[in-house]
């Protein structure tokens, strides 16, 4: 059984910075990939960004040049670092754990950004 917990969402100003945060506990194993996606109301869920164990990663174009994923494998976290947030980065904020052929998401942490 595997466990996502996310923190760090939030309201932000345009502009502004968040940095979510995913430990992941259970069954896990070195070689894996996590990631965030997102899902804003009335669209379809979207990949943000994943890492892979090995340190390879692969962002959206949106957000590209402004968010930064991370990962500590010793206490198998993965984080995203957003800059420059933007309205339309508002959405709900997921987790994703790939671990051979199975897959498992967080509950989600919202991100607003408003004035």
């Known amino acids: 059984q595997v466990q996502l917990v996310e923190s760090g969402g939030g309201l932000v100003q345009p502009g502004g910075s968040l940095r979510l945060s995913c430990a992941a506990s259970?069954?896990?194993?070195?070689?894996?990939?996590m990631g965030w996606y997102r899902q804003a109301p009335g669209k379809e869920r979207e990949l943000v960004a994943r890492?892979?164990?090995?340190?390879?990663?692969n962002y959206a174009d949106s957000v590209k040049g402004r968010f930064t994923i991370s990962r500590d494998n010793a206490k198998n976290t993965v984080y995203l670092q957003m800059n420059s947030l933007k309205p339309e980065d508002t959405a709900v904020y997921y987790c994703?754990?790939?671990?051979?052929?199975?897959?498992?998401w967080g509950q989600g942490t919202q991100v607003t950004v408003s004035s």
């Open positions: 994703n754990l790939v671990l051979y052929a199975y897959e498992y």
């Open positions: 259970g069954s896990i194993f070195s070689i894996n990939t």
């Open positions: 890492i892979t164990s090995g340190g390879s990663t």
